[in-house]
């Protein structure tokens, strides 16, 4: 059964809402999967799994860098098999962001790596004002005003669309599946190919 590492970073716990929705989708897909948040993901092998799904929530413009260090670090690895990248930011609220062209915030991110995703997606996140430390309301309600979104500080929107997530897991695990049967079967033939070198008889 092809296993599949999911690793993410939230600020506020959406990114984690999210990767644990991908998760229930893998595995009703009947992949096996691991989900860990990036402060601990130093201690697994991204080279042991079928399939690296890497998620990250925008805060103030900026991921979170353990999340660049995390995919940079194990970029060899991570490129063998399928792999996506998902952003998670307030401004993907807008049809027009969540594409690549039209969300800077991913832009900057991907450029600044070494590593480049088979995959991206962007999802939008949860406006939760009562949830945040009185410094980071003021900021994002300025934010919000800049960008003609909701300001008032009782306001608490999720703008998941979970049809899209459920819809990103399931590319993602026909493409881990599909990539762990082609690989399975060039092992066979291999392995059923007496010509290989090293597979002559004494």
């Known amino acids: 059964m092809p296993s599949t590492l999911i690793v993410y970073a939230t600020t506020d716990g959406q990114t984690r ?10 595995r009703a897909s009947g992949l096996e999967t691991t989900l860990v948040d990036v402060g601990t993901a130093s201690a697994l092998d991204p080279a042991g799994f079928d399939g690296v799904i890497a998620g990250a929530s925008v805060r103030y413009g900026k991921h979170d860098p353990a999340m660049a260090r995390f995919l940079d670090g194990n970029r060899d690895a991570i490129n063998r098999v399928p792999n996506a990248f998902f952003s998670v930011n307030l401004i993907a ?8 062209e039209g969300n800077k915030y991913l832009r900057k991110f991907l450029e600044r790596l070494s590593f480049r ?3 991206v997606e962007i999802i939008a996140g949860k406006l939760d004002y009562p949830s945040y430390r009185f410094i980071d309301r003021i900021m994002i309600q300025m934010i919000m005003k800049i960008t ?5 500080g ?3 929107i999720e703008y998941t669309d979970w049809d899209q997530v459920d819809e990103f897991a399931r590319r993602m695990a026909e493409a881990i ?17 007496p010509d290989q070198p090293g597979k002559q008889g004494n």
Not at 177 to 193: G, K, L, P, Y
């Open 177 to 193: 599946a599909s990539s762990n049967e082609s690989a399975r079967q060039s092992e066979n033939s291999d392995a059923a190919d």
């Open 117 to 119: 995703p088979m995959h």
């Open 93 to 100: 609220r807008k049809p027009e962001k969540r594409n690549l």
């Open 154 to 156: 009782k306001s608490v």
């Open 148 to 152: 003609d979104g909701p300001t008032d």
């Open 17 to 26: 809402k999210i990767s644990e929705r991908i998760q229930q989708t893998l």
